[in-house]
């Protein structure tokens, strides 16, 4: 097997980890966050799970602090993001259930519907 192809079994080191720039997701490039980038107060002390140090990218799929690029979760493997560098597919997992953003659109339309409501009854009010 060719060392390039992604496969479950590639480790990267943190010196090979500098070269992958990018991630792959649903046939999408993404540019890789490095340490430090993502909070600046990280940046002062190298990564505790890689030891990468600020302006560095992360030990690609092996540290537990590395952001996806693509929602910023704040561990890479939390969100529904699989990257074909990695050994994944690359194709994103559907989320089940409700997400952060289903809530925010209802609580969003719930406000609507009260500001509606409440605009309704001052007319009614003003033509009694």
């Given at each position: 097997m060719d060392s390039r192809e992604p496969n479950s079994e590639r480790r990267y080191t943190l010196a090979e980890s500098q070269a992958l720039l990018h991630y792959t997701s649903s046939g999408t490039r993404y540019c890789r966050i490095a340490y430090g980038d993502d909070n600046p107060r990280w940046g002062e002390i190298p990564c505790r799970g890689c030891g990468a140090t600020k302006g560095q990218l992360h030990t690609a799929g092996d540290c537990q602090y590395e952001h996806c690029p693509v929602c910023r979760a704040s561990q890479l493997g939390t969100c529904p993001h699989t990257f074909v560098e990695l050994g994944d597919d690359g194709l994103d997992t559907p989320v089940s259930g409700r997400t952060t953003g289903d809530y925010v659109l209802t609580?969003?339309?719930?406000?609507?519907?009260?500001?509606?409501?409440?605009?309704?009854?001052?007319?009614?009010l003003r033509l009694l």
């Open positions: 609580a969003v339309l719930v406000g609507i519907i009260l500001l509606c409501v409440a605009a309704t009854i001052l007319a009614a």
